[in-house]
């Protein structure tokens, strides 16, 4: 076991297998060395979910039988073939479609729903032998940060089950944190993929737009939603960004694989010297908990010890907010526009909310939104030329009680609305810059805390370097826990 491995049982309780606690990228080692079998890992997989999930949640919909027949076809791992999972258990995010397994979204006029055909992606990951265990829990049509929906339930934060995980992805990482799987699909709009990665201390990245997947078959053409790697340490994330990538015509926005592998970059990282621009509220607009704020200036001070040089600056970002809730409301609107009533009339009301916001929006209103997304994206590229990454926190707060739909104070100031505490996410969408968020070790009541960087343009490779190095200063990942079930 590598010396990140042998952290991972130091931060928390854990009584799983040994195999479970791995990290991806050496489970996927031991396959291609015919070590251990896919079955094997499925017998461990669904060993640990039966243990641990009752307390949590993550993956309430499993398909065995399908897993199983699907890791019998596997006999030898793909040759050369950077994103070859080589029989890897996954789990995909109940917003994605697999064949033949009840994929709800999170809403009741879809939970008897069972797709004839994958997702595009979901194709990708299995024709790279990435096995599928089962569907990870997330919120109504991943609207919000609060992992919960009326079809299958609550999803608790491992590391205090009375906790928020996060959302939209909060299954997906809370399986990881507790060792059910080793990779986990996930998707971003407002931050799905980040915050959760930030509440179960684990590494969640939303890449650039094509990269990794895009919007579904009706919204093509929207870049602002992003599907993505979610992963217990920055290699695995790499490992899981390359079975990802590669051009797919049925994405308008794909574009091919870079030709160096995502991990030979994260590999190289330690020679990295980083520069990195810090702004711990976006120029004002996002509020951050002081104790937040507190933690991840220690960190940056640690890399500055380590190499690092850090300014804490921030370019000209006008009309970001308005901005950011422009493209969503355009991206709500145009789903809803050929959405059965029958699907629509179970709607949680922040979800009709920003349908019916998306519908009122003047076509001022979007003009404006293309003209100062435009110029944000330019007011950063200049940055770049200076900085390799913006960092900032990944969310403003500590996880709140699970009982909170959204977080209403923040920093001293009381929110309106229910996007609100999740302003850090805003920039990268707006953008189509991609940002990873990173777990840097455990701050307040022992809760993970995760720090956000924003890349250069089209630059993973760079983003996923730049990560490794931060993961290293910190110590490495966090390894897995058990569910820590606390009832207070």
Not at 374 to 402: R, W
């Amino acid at each position: 076991m590598n010396d990140d491995s042998k952290t991972a049982n130091s931060k928390g309780v854990y009584t799983g297998s040994d195999v479970c606690a791995l990290q991806a990228w050496e489970v996927v080692d031991l396959l291609k060395a015919k070590q251990i079998s896919p079955k094997e890992l499925l017998d461990a997989t669904y060993s640990r979910i039966e243990a641990v999930d009752y307390a949590i949640n993550a993956i309430p919909t499993l398909c065995p039988e399908r897993a199983y027949t699907a890791a019998q076809s596997i006999n030898a791992p793909i040759a050369n073939e950077p994103g070859c999972l080589a029989g890897l258990p996954i789990s995909i995010k109940d917003l994605s479609a697999v064949k033949d397994v009840r994929t709800t979204f999170g809403t009741l006029g879809y939970a008897n729903f069972i797709p004839t055909a994958s997702d595009p992606l979901v194709e990708r990951l299995e024709a790279r032998q990435g096995v599928v265990v089962g569907k990870t829990n997330t919120p109504e049509f991943g609207a919000g940060g609060n992992t919960f929906n009326d079809v299958l339930g609550i999803t608790r934060n491992p590391w205090d089950t009375t906790l928020n995980a996060g959302g939209s992805s909060g299954g997906a990482a809370a399986s990881l944190a507790t060792g059910q799987v080793w990779l986990s699909q996930g998707s971003d709009h407002g931050g799905s993929l980040r915050t959760p990665a930030a509440y179960c201390g684990i590494v969640g990245l939303r890449p650039s737009p094509g990269v990794a997947g895009g919007s579904a078959k009706a919204n093509a053409f929207m870049t602002e939603g992003a599907e993505g790697p979610m992963a217990r340490s920055v290699r695995d994330c790499a490992l899981f960004l390359d079975a990802m990538a590669g051009h797919e015509p049925r994405f308008p926005t794909s574009y091919p694989a870079p030709k160096s592998p995502y991990q030979a970059a994260v590999q190289r990282a330690p020679e990295r010297k980083l520069r990195i621009a810090f702004t711990p509220d976006v120029n004002g607009m996002a509020q951050v908990d002081k104790e937040v704020e507190t933690h991840l200036r220690a960190v940056l001070g640690l890399l500055e010890k380590n190499g690092a040089t850090v300014e804490e600056t921030c370019p000209e970002l006008p009309e970001l907010e308005r901005t950011y809730h422009t493209l969503r409301g355009m991206a709500w609107a145009t789903m809803a526009r050929r959405l059965p009533s029958s699907i629509r009339q179970n709607f949680k009301s922040t979800l009709e909310q920003n349908m019916r916001m998306g519908e009122a929006l003047t076509i001022e209103e979007v003009v404006d939104a293309n003209l100062n997304r435009s110029t944000i994206y330019h007011n950063l590229l200049e940055m770049f030329a200076t900085f390799d990454v913006l960092a900032c926190p990944t969310v403003g707060c500590m996880p709140h009680k699970q009982s909170e739909e959204w977080v209403g104070q923040v920093g001293g100031q009381t929110l309106s609305g229910y996007m609100d505490w999740l302003r850090f996410a805003f920039l990268a969408t707006t953008t189509g810059l991609p940002a990873i968020s990173v777990p840097v070790g455990l701050g307040p009541r022992g809760l993970p805390v995760g720090i956000q960087l924003i890349g250069k343009p089209r630059g993973e490779a760079d983003l996923l370097a730049a990560a490794r190095v931060v993961e290293l200063a910190v110590g490495g990942p966090l390894g897995v826990i058990d569910p820590n079930i606390t009832h207070h």
